[in-house]
Nanobody, 127 residues
Framework: QVQLVESGGGLVQPGGSLRLSCAAS????????IGWFRQAPGKEREGVSY????????YYADSVKGRFTVSRDNAKNTVYLQMNSLKPEDTAVYYC????????????????????WGQGTQVTVSS
């Protein structure tokens, strides 16, 4: 059974930090690029970050650049999203997704290029 499971979400104050995890089961992540997406109520899903299968290439949405860091530990079959200096506008359900392709700066945020999706984890940034 192919599964991606996000964890690490929760309620934090503005300026706080969270680390999200995306763990795979039923397959190995080392052959997949991973995208992080988020969707806030009433808004379209947007790409947040991307990391290639080897970890050699990363991309970030302009809105999170300098605050978020994506990384992966293929030995643990897990990808991470470290989120610092969180803002209320970061509030959303966060999803990880796996693509069999290496993606590029103008394609990584296209959800249709990802084959597998997790169930999402809620991140709420509020005082």
């Amino acid at each position: 059974q192919v599964q991606l499971v996000e964890s690490g979400g929760g309620l934090v104050q503005p300026g706080g930090s969270l680390r999200l995890s995306c763990a795979a089961s039923g397959f190995t992540l080392d052959g997949y690029s991973i995208g992080w997406f988020r969707q806030a109520p009433g808004k379209e899903r947007e790409g947040v970050s991307y990391i290639s299968s080897s970890g050699g290439s990363t991309y970030y949405a302009d809105s999170v650049k300098g605050r978020f860091t994506v990384s992966r530990d293929n030995a643990k079959n897990t990808v991470y999203l470290q989120m610092n200096s969180l803002k209320p506008e970061d509030t959303a359900v966060y999803y990880c997704a796996a693509s069999p392709q290496r993606l590029y700066y103008n394609t990584w945020y296209r959800g249709s290029l990802y084959d597998y999706w997790g169930q999402g984890t809620q991140v709420t940034v509020s005082s």
